[in-house]
């Protein structure tokens, strides 16, 4: 049973385009949803984050849009930029902090 | 600022080796974990540490044994290496975990495992 599932599986978008990418989860529990960003060689690193009381959080290029009601919430990269092509991980968790995570999506941003 | 540190980078074993994978965080964090990622699985919870002292169980514990040395350790080991054990394995660590504020997890650059 997969509790967070992400979709597309890979996504290239064009300079300055706008990515989306979204997640879907089934556990109501979950009360704390971060996105993660994770470059070739590395390990993933917290991009933004939010919490189901609100349904927008934007720090800079970055949004995500939150439905609590249809249990998704999606990532928005604005003006994306070649230097954004990563794998993004989706992950919800509960009050013990133990973070689910999606499969992950790549994004490739062309010039 | 070195965060979570974890060695080797890079293992190679044979079937039936044991090996352990370190890990140490410097950010006197409380909670430390350890996950494997492997393609089109996203990143599995092995085992995690709430607090020093105490270790569960994640999703994928079978095959694995850890010790929380101490707040900044938390090691990882593979008593009878298998090649469905070929993976990446990340370690992470969080701050204390306050009611409906989650502290982020910083993770290690993790350690490449084949098995042969």
């Known amino acids: 049973q997969q509790q967070v599932k992400q979709s597309p599986q890979s996504l290239i978008v064009q300079k300055g385009g706008i990515s989306i990418i979204n997640c879907a989860y089934e556990?109501?529990?979950?009360?704390?949803f971060p996105w993660y960003q994770q470059f070739p060689g590395k390990g993933p690193a917290l991009l933004i984050a939010i919490r189901p009381d609100v349904s927008e959080k934007k720090e800079g290029r970055f949004t995500i849009s939150f439905n609590k009601s249809a249990k998704q919430f999606s990532l928005h990269i604005m003006d994306s930029q070649p230097g954004d092509s990563a794998t993004y991980f989706c992950?919800?968790?509960?009050?013990?902090?133990?973070?689910?995570f999606g499969k992950g999506i790549t994004l490739s941003v062309r010039p | 600022n070195a965060g979570v540190t974890q060695t080797p980078k890079f293992q190679v074993l044979k079937t039936g080796q044991s090996m352990t994978l370190q890990c140490a965080q410097d950010m006197n964090h409380n909670s430390m974990y350890w996950y494997r990622q492997d393609p089109g699985m996203g990143l599995r919870l092995i085992y995690y540490?709430?607090?020093?002292?105490?270790?569960d169980k994640g999703e994928v514990p079978n095959g694995y044994n850890v010790s929380r040395l101490n707040k900044r350790e938390f090691s990882l080991r593979l008593e009878s290496a298998a090649p469905s054990q070929t993976s990446v394995y990340f370690c992470?660590?969080?701050?204390?975990?306050?009611?409906?504020?989650?502290?982020?997890?910083?993770f290690g650059d993790g350690t490449r495992l084949s098995i042969l």
């Open positions: 992470a660590s969080s701050g204390q975990v306050w009611l409906y504020s989650n502290q982020p997890q910083h």
């Open positions: 992950a919800a968790s509960g009050a013990n902090s133990k973070l689910t």
């Open positions: 556990n109501t529990a979950f009360d704390y």
């Open positions: 540490s709430a607090s020093e002292g105490t270790t």
